[in-house]
């Protein structure tokens, strides 16, 4: 049976806080790495607050100092924000209220790769970002 996507958002992983393996993008190898897990990704952007973004870069440094890590695994964020973002839409069809939900929208926008992978199309990521007059 294929997970759901809320699914995926509760499954503990392991997290934490271990040495970059290798240099990749902006992350040095040896730095502390924080591979965070979806639950943390999401529970840090619920605390984003409304006509507030962040882009993914921010949102890394963000949770990597509130871990105690410098840096925050840059492939494991791309899946959890995705993670995060249709585990939201899946409560929206369930009748939550955007209120209810993880306001990824601001930290994806139409020029964040993982914008684009959404089951659900980057229309309401954008009507999301204009509604809190949020740019792009």
Not at 36 to 44: G, I, K, L, N, S
Not at 119 to 133: C, D, I, P
Request: aromatic content about 6%; charged content about 25%.
């Amino acid at each position: 049976m294929v997970k759901s996507w809320n699914d995926r958002l509760n499954t503990p992983g392991i997290n934490g806080v271990k040495p970059t393996p290798r240099t990749m993008a902006d992350v040095i190898e040896g730095q502390p790495m924080l591979v965070p897990t979806a639950r943390q990704v999401d529970d840090f952007i619920r605390s984003i607050p409304e006509g507030v973004e962040m882009d993914v870069r921010a949102l890394r440094t963000a949770l990597a100092i509130e871990h105690g890590a410098e840096v925050t695994c840059p492939v494991t964020i791309g899946y959890h924000l995705r993670t995060v973002a249709e585990a939201a839409n899946e409560d929206l069809e369930r009748g939550m209220t955007l209120s209810d939900i993880a306001p990824f929208w601001r930290v994806l926008d139409s020029n964040t790769p993982t914008t684009r992978k959404l089951s659900f199309g980057a229309a309401f990521v954008a009507a999301q970002r204009k509604r809190e007059g949020l740019k792009r």
